[in-house]
C-alpha cells in the first residue's frame, strides 16, 4: 500500500467519528452505507456489492478486478416524527431533526500473485438512531378526592434514545473456479447506548394557592425517571457463497449471532420512583408514601447487548447487452427469547419499607430485551445510461422485530421505552466515471407507520390512583397510538480504483 493509499485511510478514519454518539430503533434493515449499494436498497447479495461486499456477501469481494479505496460521506437526513395520542388521547409527540449520517471506508485487495483470492478491510456504521422528544400538560380538573374544588393538574414527560452501531472488520474471498466463489468475513462491532427517561406528575388544589382553604401547601406527586449508558464491544461472522452463469447470478449469506464477554465501558444504570400524598380514591385512606432509588456503574453493570443470526438469499440478473439489471435480496433475521440487556445487584437500602413490601423491586436495575422472528425484502434495479453514468433506483422493507411485546411475556416495566414503527425506504441516484474514479450521489426517502401501538403513559384523563397499571396521577393506557416517520437523506461518495481496469 503506498503512502497516498495510507494517507487517505488515515485521514478518512479521522473523519469517522466512533466516539460520536447519537436507543435502538428495533429495526435490522436500517442502515444505509452512503455507497452504490444503499442505491439498490442493498438488494445485492446475489451480486454486485461492490465496496460493500464485505457485509452484504462477502464470496462476492471477488468480484472486484482491482484494488480500490472507496470513501464515503452523506451530507444530511432530515427526519420528522409524529406519534398521535402518544401521552393520551389527544396528546401528541413531534420531533424534527437534521442529522450528518455516518462514514463508510472500505480499501479491497486484489492480489497481483493471487489473482484467485481477494482481501477487503472496512469501517461501517450498521446504524446510528436518535430520538429526543418531550411533552408537557398543563390543566385544571378535580383528581384529588379528598378536595372538592378543582386541582392544577402538571405533568412533563421527555425520552431521549441515541444509538450508534459501528462495525470494524476483515473479510476473504475465494475465487473456487468462474462460476464459483466463497467468502468469510469477520468484525467487532461497537454497540453505544445512552437512554433516559422522565416523568414527573404533581396535582395541588388551586385554593390552597390563593390560602382560602389553608397556608400549608399540600400536593400529590408522582416521578419516574430511568437512565442507561455504555458501549459493549462484541464479534460476529458471516459467511457467503456465490454462484454465477453467464446473466444470472444467485447468492447466500449467513450471519452469526454476535458474541459478547469481549468488553464494554462507559457503564451506568439508574432508576428512580417516588410517590406521595395519594389517596386511596375507594375508602379515602392515605396510600403510604414511598421513594425506590438507585445507581450503579463501571464493573458493577453487566451489558449483554445480543444481535440474532440471520440468513439472506439473493438474485441479480442482467439484460443481454449488461445495460440493465435487476436486483433482488430476501433475509431472515432468526428470533430472540426475553434476556437481561443490562443488570446490575441493587443496593440493599434501594427502597423504603413499605415500597419494598409491596412493590416488586427484585431486580431494579435489570433492563431486558427480544425480538420476533422476521423477514425483509429488497429490490434494485440499474440502468447503465452511457459507459460512464449508470442510474440506481431500489425499495426495501424493514419491520420491526419488538412489536407487541406485552403479549410476548415481556415486563414492560423493564424494556426501554421507545417508539418503534415498520419502515419502507426508497432510493434512487447516479453513479458516474471521471478520469477512471467512481463518483455517486443520491438519496433515499423512508417512511415509517404503525397504528394500534399502546401509550406511553395517559396523562388526558388521569385518576389519582390507577389500579389497573398501580400508577399513580395516570391514567390507563389505551391500544390507539399512532406513529409516523418520515425521513430524507441525501449521499455522496467516491471510489478510487487502482490497476486501470473498471468492473
Not at 80 to 98: C, E, M, P, Q, R
Request: no cysteine; aromatic share 14%; glycine share 8%.
Amino acid at each position: 500500500m503506498n503512502q497516498k493509499i495510507l494517507g487517505a485511510i488515515l485521514f478518512t478514519l479521522s473523519l469517522f467519528g466512533f466516539a460520536q454518539l447519537n436507543a435502538q430503533s428495533y429495526n435490522h434493515w436500517v442502515r444505509s452505507f452512503n455507497e452504490e449499494s444503499s442505491l439498490l436498497a442493498g438488494a445485492v447479495v446475489g451480486g454486485g456489492a461492490g465496496p460493500s461486499a464485505i457485509y452484504y456477501n462477502p464470496a462476492s469481494i471477488s468480484e472486484i478486478k482491482e484494488s480500490k479505496l472507496s470513501v464515503h460521506a452523506s451530507l444530511f437526513s432530515f427526519k420528522f416524527l409524529n406519534v398521535k395520542n402518544a401521552l393520551g388521547d389527544g396528546i401528541d409527540l413531534k420531533w424534527s431533526t437534521i442529522l450528518v449520517e455516518p462514514r463508510f471506508l472500505s480499501y479491497m485487495i486484489k492480489p497481483k500473485k493471487r489473482s484467485d483470492m481477494s482481501f477487503e478491510l472496512a469501517m461501517l456504521n450498521n446504524e446510528n438512531y436518535k430520538l429526543d422528544v418531550a411533552q408537557s400538560v398543563n390543566q385544571e380538573i378535580n383528581i384529588l378526592s379528598r378536595y372538592d374544588g378543582l386541582e392544577r393538574y402538571f405533568a412533563v414527560v421527555q425520552t431521549q434514545n441515541r444509538f450508534r452501531d459501528d462495525w470494524i472488520g476483515g473479510g476473504w474471498s475465494w475465487k473456487v473456479n468462474s462460476r464459483l466463489f466463497l467468502g468469510i468475513s469477520m468484525f467487532v462491532t461497537i454497540k453505544s447506548v445512552e437512554y433516559r427517561y422522565d416523568l414527573s406528575i404533581e396535582a395541588y388544589p388551586l385554593d390552597s394557592i390563593a390560602g382560602t382553604q389553608s397556608n400549608d401547601f399540600t400536593s400529590a406527586n408522582y416521578q419516574e425517571s430511568e437512565y442507561v449508558k455504555y458501549n459493549d464491544y462484541r464479534l460476529l461472522w458471516k459467511a457467503g457463497i456465490m454462484y454465477k452463469w453467464d446473466r444470472i447470478s444467485i447468492g447466500a449469506n449467513i450471519t452469526t449471532p454476535s458474541v459478547g464477554g469481549i468488553y464494554s465501558d462507559g457503564k451506568r444504570v439508574s432508576r428512580r420512583q417516588r410517590q406521595s400524598g395519594i389517596y386511596d380514591p375507594d375508602t379515602g385512606l392515605p396510600l403510604p408514601d414511598y421513594f425506590i432509588g438507585d445507581y450503579q456503574d463501571k464493573k458493577a453493570v453487566k451489558v449483554d447487548h445480543k444481535t440474532p443470526w440471520s440468513i439472506a438469499a439473493g438474485f441479480t440478473y442482467h439484460s443481454a447487452d449488461r445495460k440493465r439489471s435487476l436486483y433482488s435480496t430476501a433475509e431472515y433475521f432468526g428470533g430472540m427469547d426475553t434476556y437481561k440487556m443490562v443488570e446490575a445487584d441493587e443496593n440493599p437500602n434501594l427502597a423504603t419499607d413499605h415500597a419494598a413490601s409491596s412493590i416488586a423491586v427484585n431486580e431494579w436495575l435489570t433492563f431486558i430485551s427480544g425480538a420476533n422472528p422476521v423477514v425483509n425484502l429488497a429490490l434494485g434495479y440499474s440502468w447503465v445510461i452511457s459507459d460512464d453514468l449508470w442510474l440506481m433506483a431500489g425499495f426495501r422493507t424493514d419491520f420491526n422485530y419488538i412489536k407487541n411485546i406485552e403479549s410476548q411475556g415481556f415486563d414492560v416495566g423493564k424494556v426501554m421505552k421507545n417508539i418503534g414503527v415498520d419502515n419502507y425506504h426508497f432510493s434512487g441516484g447516479l453513479s458516474w466515471n471521471v478520469l477512471g474514479q467512481d463518483l455517486m450521489t443520491g438519496i433515499q426517502y423512508t417512511f415509517g407507520y404503525e397504528d394500534g401501538l399502546k401509550q406511553i403513559v395517559n396523562l388526558a384523563d388521569p385518576v389519582e390512583y390507577n389500579y389497573d397499571e398501580n400508577a399513580a396521577l395516570q391514567g390507563t393506557r389505551q391500544p390507539n397510538m399512532r406513529a409516523m416517520i418520515n425521513s430524507l437523506s441525501l449521499y455522496v461518495g467516491a471510489t478510487f480504483n487502482f490497476g486501470g481496469k473498471k468492473d
